[in-house]
């Protein structure tokens, strides 16, 4: 099992950057399979990212392709998501998410095992 905390969410203007981090738990992080998610206010979560375990294969949105930028670092047990140019319609409530159960990497929020608290993240026009 894994727990999973998010951090560097914030309030900045549109066209800003920001990056998120989430560490985990336990010695067997770079068998998970690691993604991000967002949920705006009054809408379904969103598949933003996810990244292989060996940080090879990487998927994005298409709402983020091309702004962001996902990443992990194994020896630190954390995994990055850098956010470029952002824009009003980014704000939500990012979560971070891990599985280890499945041999490829999904996009679907149904598919992941474990998941963070979530950090905010505010983007102002």
């Known amino acids: 099992q894994v727990q999973l905390v998010e951090s560097g969410g914030g309030l900045v203007q549109a066209g800003a950057s920001l990056r998120l981090s989430c560490a985990a738990s336990?010695?067997?992080?770079?068998?998970?399979?690691m993604g991000w998610f967002r949920q705006a206010p009054g809408k379904e979560r969103e598949f933003v990212a996810a990244i292989s375990r060996n940080g090879i294969i990487r998927y994005y949105g298409d709402s983020v392709k091309g702004r962001f930028t996902i990443s992990r670092d194994n020896a630190k047990n954390t995994v990055y998501l850098q956010m470029n140019s952002l824009k009003p319609e980014d704000t939500a409530v990012y979560y971070c998410?891990?599985?280890?159960?499945?041999?490829?990497?999904?996009?679907?929020?149904?598919?992941?095992?474990?998941w963070g608290q979530g950090t905010q993240v505010t983007v102002s026009s």
């Open positions: 336990g010695r067997t992080y770079s068998t998970y399979v």
């Open positions: 998410a891990a599985q280890n159960s499945r041999v490829n990497v999904p996009t679907s929020q149904g598919d992941y095992d474990y």
